[in-house]
């Protein structure tokens, strides 16, 4: 995978492009506390079928932050920038993670941009029902007393809990993308989750783009509850319940890229 940066929106971003003829086209976005390099063992099978264009979200991995994209909605209509901006035709957009809440505000803010969802093992459920230290993460009033905490340890015991580890030079990555104050900065993100769920929440019956949503069936973090608050209220959808850890795009690659493979597969 070779990473480049661009300015979108005023905004330096990492991603990666594989380019090429192919018809469909593949937006993915990073998950959380990782990056771009988390679908390394995805990309090569996913590039047999689309290109792909993969971006570390602003405030995410190697990418700018900047204040005012820090809350999904936000988020949202930054990926309908970045699909104008690298002239990505329709996408489909892969957004596990944090990039759940994020894709589905694009769809709902502009469907005719977007071919397709995929997304999953993110916080979507009113009210909030996430496992723990998410859950704090989200509310806990105190948030300067996590600056005190080395963001290396809090990356490194994420990453511990993947199965079968991940590569010395990815992890680096991931712990690099959130030195200084790059995690605490993150963590405003998903602190806009109280506020911004309900918003989405009653977007959902109007979001009309295909929706395939991939959770785990015992997920700590992020509980499959989340899936089935979304699979109920959205009415193009269709929901996977796999059996992994949470970052399932390492944990259980073939099944994660099956899937994807399917959702952008047109159907006969």
């Known amino acids: 995978m070779k990473t480049q940066f661009r300015t979108v929106d005023g905004v330096q971003i990492r991603y990666a492009d594989t380019g090429g003829s192919h018809e469909t086209t593949v937006l993915l976005t990073s998950p959380w506390p990782e990056s771009i390099y988390a679908f390394s063992p995805v990309w090569k099978v996913l590039a047999e079928h689309a290109r792909l264009f993969a971006i570390d979200l602003p405030g995410f991995g190697a990418s700018e932050t900047r204040d005012d994209l820090m809350s999904p909605r936000a988020m949202g209509t930054f990926l309908t920038k970045v699909i104008a901006d690298a002239d990505l ?50 509310v806990d009033p105190d948030l300067d007393k996590y600056r005190t905490i080395d963001p290396s340890m809090i990356v490194n015991v994420a990453v511990d809990g993947i199965a079968g580890g991940v590569p010395d030079d990815i992890r680096a990555d991931y712990v690099a993308s959130y030195q200084g104050d790059r995690f605490v900065d993150s963590m405003r993100y998903v602190r806009r989750y109280p506020q911004e769920l309900p918003e989405l929440r009653d977007l959902l019956p109007t979001i009309t783009t295909p929706v395939t949503l991939i959770n785990v069936r015992h997920d700590r973090v992020v509980p499959l509850s989340n899936a089935e608050f979304l699979d109920a209220r959205l009415p193009n959808s269709r929901l996977v319940a796999v059996d992994s850890g949470h970052f399932i795009w390492e944990e259980i690659p073939d099944q994660y890229a099956a899937t994807v493979i399917e959702a952008i597969t047109p159907k006969e």
């Open 89 to 138: 035709g329709r996408p489909y957009i892969v957004g596990p993670d944090v990039g759940t809440a994020a894709a589905l505000f694009a769809a709902a803010q502009q469907p005719e941009q977007i071919a397709g969802l995929i997304v999953g093992t993110g916080a979507a459920s009113v009210p909030l029902d996430l496992g723990e230290p998410l859950a704090s993460w989200v």
